[in-house]
């Protein structure tokens, strides 16, 4: 066995059984929001890509454009999903039964296109509570849209996150969505304790 270097820039990571049990979890939830979303009309199919752990400040800093994030408390502790403004038009378009627009433009969402996106991020909720592993039921709720996702004081600087990215195909068309927990909170979630 030789030395290796540790690179202490890096945030601690997400064990690797705990990184299979989200997968799984994460996995079932998509093909329920999935048939959710197509007994409403919109026909899209989503993969998971990755879980990384990552710093919350260049994080949340490297987002562009309009994305738009949704608070959710998860066991009692709070995470961001994250829509990019092409997905939300893409959604809500998709659930109003509408053809894409050919170049999506970043741009402010009508009220109605806010209420179908929230409804979708809603179902998406429901299909989390579906498909979670356990026997005992997860406490999961929707709480407001964050305000400002780059300037977000919902997570310490200091407290590493697991990013995991999705990707979303509607209409020919693919957009990733991100979800960030704190790592300590999905560990509790999963019942490691230290």
Same mark, same amino acid.
Do not use: C
């Given at each position: 066995?030789?030395?290796?270097?540790?690179?202490?820039?890096?945030? *601690?990571q997400? *064990?690797?059984? @705990?990184?299979?049990?989200?997968?799984?979890?994460?996995?079932?939830?998509?093909?329920?929001?999935?048939?959710?979303?197509?007994?409403?009309?919109?026909?899209l199919?989503?993969?998971?890509?990755d879980?990384?752990?990552?710093? *919350?400040?260049?994080?949340?800093?490297?987002?562009?454009?309009?994305?738009?994030?949704?608070?959710m408390?998860?066991?009692? @502790?709070?995470?961001?999903?994250?829509?990019?403004?092409?997905?939300?038009?893409?959604? /809500?378009?998709?659930?109003?039964?509408?053809?894409? /627009?050919?170049?999506?433009?970043?741009?402010?969402? $009508?009220?109605?296109? @806010?209420?179908?996106?929230?409804?979708?991020?809603?179902?998406?909720v429901?299909?989390?509570?579906?498909?979670?592993?356990?026997? $005992? /039921?997860? /406490?999961?709720?929707?709480?407001?849209?964050?305000? @400002?996702?780059?300037?977000?004081?919902?997570?310490?600087?200091?407290?590493?996150?697991?990013? $995991?990215?999705?990707?979303?195909?509607?209409?020919?068309?693919?957009?990733?969505?991100?979800?960030?927990?704190?790592?300590? $909170?999905?560990?509790?979630?999963?019942?490691?304790?230290?």
């Amino acid at each position: 066995m030789s030395p290796q270097t540790y690179d202490f820039t890096r945030p *601690p990571q997400l *064990p690797t059984e @705990n990184k299979t049990r989200l997968a799984t979890w994460l996995n079932r939830s998509h093909a329920i929001f999935a048939e959710s979303l197509g007994e409403m009309g919109l026909s899209l199919s989503i993969q998971l890509l990755d879980q990384t752990t990552v710093w *919350p400040l260049p994080t949340l800093e490297a987002l562009t454009g309009k994305a738009i994030g949704f608070r959710m408390d998860v066991g009692g @502790n709070p995470t961001i999903l994250v829509l990019p403004n092409t997905l939300a038009q893409s959604l /809500a378009a998709g659930l109003l039964g509408d053809s894409l /627009a050919a170049e999506l433009s970043e741009r402010d969402l $009508s009220a109605v296109e @806010n209420r179908l996106v929230e409804l979708a991020v809603t179902t998406f909720v429901g299909s989390l509570k579906e498909a979670w592993l356990d026997e $005992s /039921a997860i /406490a999961l709720s929707l709480r407001d849209r964050e305000s @400002n996702l780059r300037r977000s004081k919902l997570f310490r600087p200091n407290d590493p996150l697991v990013l $995991s990215r999705s990707k979303l195909t509607i209409s020919g068309v693919d957009h990733h969505w991100s979800w960030l927990f704190r790592l300590e $909170s999905l560990l509790q979630l999963f019942g490691v304790t230290e």
